[in-house]
Each structure stands twice: as C-alpha cells, then as structure tokens.
C-alpha cells in the first residue's frame, strides 16, 4: 500500500526558473494538502484541495505560487520565478475525506527539497 | 501570538528517562491535536493523535489534553537514543493543521 508519493526529492533551480512539485496521495485518498518548512520553522500550511477544486488556498503567496489537483494525475505545486526565500522543504499530505475528526488521519510524503541558487 | 506554541529546546535525557514535552494552542475551537516525529531531512511522522480531555497512551508515548488549559503534552517513557528527533504539535480545527515550532530531543546512551 503506497503511501503519499512526491518528486522530485530534491530540485535545485536558479533564481527566475520555475519549480514544479509533483503529489500522488494514497490509494483511496481524495483530499491533498501542500505545507512549507522553512528552515528552522515549522510547517505552515499552504494549500487544501480536492479533485479539480482548490478548497483553501489562504497560505500560499499571493503571487507566483499556485497549485492544481486535476481528475486525472498528481497534484501539482507551481513556482514561478523562484527566489533564494523559495528554498524549502515542501511536504504534500493527504487524507480520506475532510475534518480532523477520529479516523482522519493526514499522512505526509517524504516532501521535496528545493534549493534555489 | 503563534497559533501553536512548545516548550523550547532542545531537551536533553538520559536513556530511559522520561523525556516531557509540552505544548499550547490559542484557537479554543481546535479540536483535534497531534504529536509528529520527525528525524532530520525526512517527513513528519505521526506518532499520537489525541480528540478529548484526559491522558492516551500507545506503547511508550502517553499524550494528555486539557482543552479549558489548551495545552497538550506528550510523555516518551523509557527513552531510547533512537528518539532522537524534533517533535512537533500540530492542532486543528477542520482540515488545517497548525504547527509548533517543534522541540528537539537528544536521547544520551
């Protein structure tokens, strides 16, 4: 039973190159979370989404980030125009159905690292 | 004021000690708490969730809720060097989970 499946593991991009990040959830999971973990902070949420909707996005940046979950394939993680404070490990989740209740739980992926150089 | 606050570290114990972490949350309407593991360059790890007042315990690992606190705390009993991680509390209300800063613990062999 695969977990949640992210690539690249590691991406190094030059400033003004875009970055994109890959997340297939688990088996039978329809609802993805995109998180950043900044060096030394902890995880802060970016965005929610479900098949083709974007549910929640009031943690991505307003600009040059965005994120799709289309019906078929992975979700995808967009940045433009990358810059040195992109560099972070970005961590894909995914669970069941919605609500933190018993039952739900929200598993990560192994996260993907993106230098920016 | 952050969201979800932890007792700053790092932590430092012997092997088989007790290692305590701690853990506050200003939302009163979070509902649902969590405790990762998470070792460094590798993905949080879910080592307790806790939904209601009072103590869980899993093994090693007993978490404890007091929502009128809103604090929550996670017990490592009979620590091992392989506990070596930082460990995050997460809360939430819905969907959102919102992290601690994450306090690292050393276990000393």
Known sequence: NAGVMQNPRHLVRRRGQEARLRCSPMKGHSHV??????PEEGLKFMVYLQKENIIDESGMPKERFSAEFPKEGPSILRIQQVVRGDSAAYFCASS???GGD???TIYFGEGSWLTVV | QKEVEQNS???SVPEGAIASLNCTYSDRVSQSFFWYRQYSGKSP?????????????DGRFTAQLNKASQYVSLLIRDSQPSDSATYLCAASNDYKLS???????TVRA
């Open chain 1, 33 to 38: 979370y995109w998180y950043r973990q900044l």
């Open chain 1, 96 to 98: 069941p159905r919605t």
């Open chain 1, 102 to 104: 018993s039952g739900n």
């Open chain 2, 9 to 11: 570290g790092p932590l």
């Open chain 2, 45 to 57: 790890e879910l080592i307790m969730s806790i939904y209601s007042n009072g103590d869980k315990e």
């Open chain 2, 99 to 105: 992290f601690g800063a994450g306090t690292t613990v």
